[in-house]
């Protein structure tokens, strides 16, 4: 039995079942959904496809992140149990929620000074912050102490990449992500803009690109272009959606296509409410390991 508890937030975008056969703690973040507050249970709560069924149908959103005294709670259950924690946390660049762990972090340090809270920042979100976590997962499970883990987070997390594309701009344009001009001639066009994570965990738009098809293959071009190992990728590679599971998978397709290598199936997961609230449905991400994030 491992002496560290590894944990995560909920905005790594990995199923319950996912997190419970790693051995993986989450705590849920929150939003609101037509004037009613409910956690990002995964979809227990509110499912999944109902969540972006009711946005579609003009319900307002909004999200918020875990509070200080929230962490406090969540990390004392396990300090309590004589266990330490390693948790890493959504973005810094999308979140304060790094800030309030390591805020409570520091609080508890003096209830437990014998105990070790290690907080991280993933600099990424959706199911790339999962697929940094599942490989953490693999390091404590080959014996690697939480000091190993840092270290090893610190120096590859930035070869975790993130690259999210949306057919769908309504809600871009509503978060005002995307100009009102500029979305009414991109819907017109049928532009699909191309973005990814940059190395301080923000999300960066890349591309412009014409028509659906177009960017699907874009999106699996950048794959080969920055994967560890160009075309023979052997690592694992995610890919999650915002109720639009058919261009999921034909990103999945393409993906298992070029590269034969691939450390299993490609995992198709949802984007989650909290990142969802921002996107609305209609948007893909692809997730794997590459070269270093730079800019």
């Excluded at 579609?56 to 509070?67: F, L, M, P, Y």
């Excluded at 979100?125 to 014996?143: M, N, P, V, Y």
Aim: negative net charge; aromatic residues 12%; contains cysteine.
């Amino acid at each position: 039995m491992s002496e560290f508890v590894l944990s995560c937030c909920s905005t790594a975008d990995l199923s319950k079942e996912h997190f419970e056969s790693r051995g993986i703690e989450y705590v849920c973040f929150h939003y609101n959904l037509g004037g009613t507050d409910y956690p990002d249970d995964l979809g227990h709560t509110v499912p999944f496809k109902t969540f972006y069924q009711r946005m579609v149908n003009g319900e307002d959103t909004r999200t918020s992140q875990v509070n200080v005294e929230e962490y406090i709670d969540y990390f004392k259950s396990f300090l309590e149990q004589g266990k330490d924690v390693f948790h890493l946390s959504l973005s810094s660049g999308l979140s304060g929620s790094y800030n309030s762990a390591r805020n409570a972090a520091e609080l508890l340090k003096e209830e437990y000074p014998h105990r070790k809270i290690y907080v991280l920042d993933s600099l990424g979100a959706s199911s790339g912050f999962g697929l940094l976590i599942d490989k953490l997962a693999d390091l404590r499970d080959e014996g690697k102490s939480m000091d190993e883990i840092k270290e090893w987070v610190e120096n590859n997390r930035l070869n975790l990449h993130h690259w999210f594309f949306s057919t769908d701009l309504t809600f871009y344009i509503k978060g005002g992500r995307v100009s009102k001009v500029a979305g009414f001639f991109g819907g017109m066009l049928g532009i699909c803009p191309l973005l990814n994570m940059n190395n301080l965990g923000k999300l960066i738009a890349r591309e412009k690109i014409r028509s659906k098809r177009k960017v699907i293959e874009r999106i699996v071009d950048k794959m080969e272009k920055h994967a560890k190992g160009g075309l023979n990728y052997s690592g694992k590679c995610y890919i999650c959606h915002s109720d639009c599971l058919e261009d999921a998978q034909a990103v999945k397709a393409l993906v298992e296509e070029r590269f034969p290598n691939l450390n299993g199936e490609v995992e198709i997961n949802w984007i989650g409410t909290t990142i969802g609230s921002h996107t609305g449905p209609g948007t893909v991400a692809l997730f794997f390991w590459g070269d270093e994030r730079v800019e």
